[in-house]
């Protein structure tokens, strides 16, 4: 038997204008985030309109006094290096100018801790360094 599975598709008119809808409605958001250095993770997962999504979270963070920078969260593309990954962003348009914020590439982590198998879990160190 064949069977089919159909995923509902809303369709967002102006993407930028919908981020900054849902920043609104996150409760006491301007004052957990003024002064603080945020972390926004860019990944080559091939979202639609991710640009215009990450471009609208750092203008509505930069809003309410955060300093928002972007870091690429993709492990090994762009050759498992920071400036490959920084190409892989801009091939996909994501660029410091378009984004409106920093991005800082690193492939440097820590050690979070270790699961019950001994098992090390790790961050990349730029993100595990924000507010």
């Known amino acids: 038997m064949r069977v089919r599975q159909v995923f509902p598709r809303p369709c967002v008119g102006d993407v930028r204008q919908a ?4 920043l609104d409605r996150l409760p006491g958001l301007s004052s957990q985030v003024a002064g603080k250095r945020i972390a926004i993770t860019a990944g080559s997962r091939g979202i639609s309109e991710i640009v215009a999504i ?3 979270l750092v203008e509505g963070l930069r809003r309410r006094g955060a300093q928002p920078f ?10 498992a290096t920071a400036e490959g990954q920084v190409q892989v962003l801009a091939n996909l348009g994501m660029t410091e100018a378009s984004l409106g914020a920093p991005i800082l590439s690193s492939m440097e982590v820590i050690e979070l801790g270790r699961l019950s198998n001994s098992m090390p879990v790790y961050a990349d160190r730029l993100a595990s360094e924000a507010d």
């Not at 981020?19 to 849902?22: A, G, N, P």
């Not at 972007?70 to 050759?79: D, L, Q, T």
Request: proline share 6%; no cysteine; net charge neutral.
């Open 54 to 56: 990450l471009a609208a």
């Open 19 to 22: 981020v900054l809808r849902e």
């Open 70 to 79: 972007i870091v690429p969260a993709m492990g090994s593309h762009g050759g």
